[in-house]
């Protein structure tokens, strides 16, 4: 048997192979992550006799040239946890941290965990395109949010409250009514400036021209509330120009976020599991392709303790001689995307309070034994994802007998 592991890094990798009782079959040497040298590669490992696995971190990104390349020539591939690398084998006072005496690392552990490894199973395109998508949207609606802070800190040296005027959701486009009425009313003397009936008909104007429905209570409400504040910054050019770049900005990144949105639910919707799992409580348009997009394949995962595990949302053990912790902390060793979007799915669960779904009657359990929100959050995801595995794997194998 060989055990090929290999530690990866930005388009390279250092590789070394052993076999049981201590033997290296090769000194731990570095391939690049091109075609010639991945198939070079692929040639001295097919010259190696007996059964061979290989063993790399599931790192980011790096790893899925060289894991996708070694599976589609027919080798098992795992990727592992970075978490079970780091703590395999720390039993030495000393610390060595190399690119070779990391691959030597990683072979020892596939020599040791041989039965356990979890055979690495290429996304396909869309499920690339879906994770791709779903990185590229928290990207941007973290931008998203430090724009709209950063607007509403000028708006409230010009127009304090002007961000809450309004209630109305966010558009299909990105905008919302609020941006654009600061947009036009972007100081408080635009409106105090003028009398209470030619703003009334100017907003009237403004509602038409942007689609908005006009409330014929809303123009008085806004103008009477105007008298009351102060203003900071002068009404003149600069502060003119500061507030329409922020709108600016914000309304590009908010368009963005939304394009992308719209585009990940097009994705997920020609993956087999997407109806059972759209159909799931508090899971949505936005919502459920994320969740997707961060388990990926569900045949990835043997066992529901897996996808729990993967998630950072199982329960942690702390026992020792007779003493047994009654509470423990979950691991948090698994994705914090996929841990967001199932807290954002439990938060949803909580506000609608489904009486007909078992994660949402679960939650309401655990807060009713008195149980603190981070606890009975995590719990009910736990549950959820349980419930995620279930149902997919079933549906999953429906349609493939129906095939």
């Known amino acids: 048997m060989n055990a090929v592991g290999i530690d990866i890094s930005k388009g390279k990798s250092m590789v070394a192979v052993a076999r049981p009782f201590g033997e290296v079959v090769s000194k731990p040497f570095e391939i690049h992550h091109t075609i010639n040298e991945i198939a070079d590669f692929i040639e001295y490992l097919n010259v190696l006799d007996g059964d061979t696995r290989i063993v790399m971190e599931h790192t980011g990104r790096y790893y899925e040239p060289m894991a996708r390349q070694l599976s589609k020539a027919g080798f098992f591939v795992s990727a592992v946890n970075p978490k079970l690398i780091k703590d395999y084998g720390n039993n030495s006072l000393r610390k060595v941290k190399t690119d070779k005496a990391d691959a030597l690392k990683i072979a ?83 409106i105090r400036n003028m009398s209470l009936s030619a703003f009334t008909e100017r907003y009237r104007k403004w509602c038409k021209r942007h689609g908005y429905n006009f409330q014929s209570s809303k123009p008085a409400e806004i103008y009477s509330q105007s008298k009351n504040l102060i203003a900071v910054f002068p009404k003149d050019d600069l502060t003119k120009t500061l507030i329409k770049q922020s709108i600016t900005q914000l309304n590009t990144v908010s368009k963005t976020v939304e394009h992308i949105r719209t585009e990940m639910n097009h994705v997920a919707s020609k993956l087999p599991e997407y109806p059972v799992v759209m159909a799931m409580y508090g899971v949505g348009a936005s919502l459920g392709p994320q969740l997707m997009a961060e ?38 060793h698994g994705s914090p995307r996929l841990r967001k979007t199932l807290f954002q799915i439990m938060d949803c669960l909580v506000r609608t309070k489904p009486q007909d779904d078992a994660v949402y009657h679960f939650i309401d359990k655990k807060r009713a034994e008195g ?18 595995y279930g149902r997919v794997k079933e549906y999953l194998a429906s349609i493939t007998v129906d095939e």
């Open 371 to 388: 149980k603190p929100y981070f606890v009975y959050m995590t719990a009910g995801a736990n549950k959820f994802l349980r419930i995620y």
């Open 295 to 332: 388990i990926g394949d569900i045949s990835r995962f043997h066992r529901r303790e897996n996808l729990t595990a993967f998630a950072g949302v199982d329960p942690g053990a702390n026992q020792s001689g007779k003493y047994e912790a009654q509470s423990v902390h979950t691991s948090k």
């Open 108 to 190: 020892r552990y596939a020599l040791d965990n041989w039965q356990e490894l979890c055979q690495y199973t290429s996304m396909d395109t869309l499920r690339n395109q879906l994770k791709t998508l779903n990185q590229q949207f928290a990207f941007y609606s973290k931008q998203k949010t430090a724009s709209k802070n950063n607007l509403i800190a000028l708006l409230d040296m010009t127009y304090p409250g002007v961000n809450t005027l309004f209630d109305s959701p966010v558009r299909d486009d990105g905008s919302q009514k609020w941006v654009d009425f600061s947009e036009t009313f972007w100081h408080v003397d635009c």
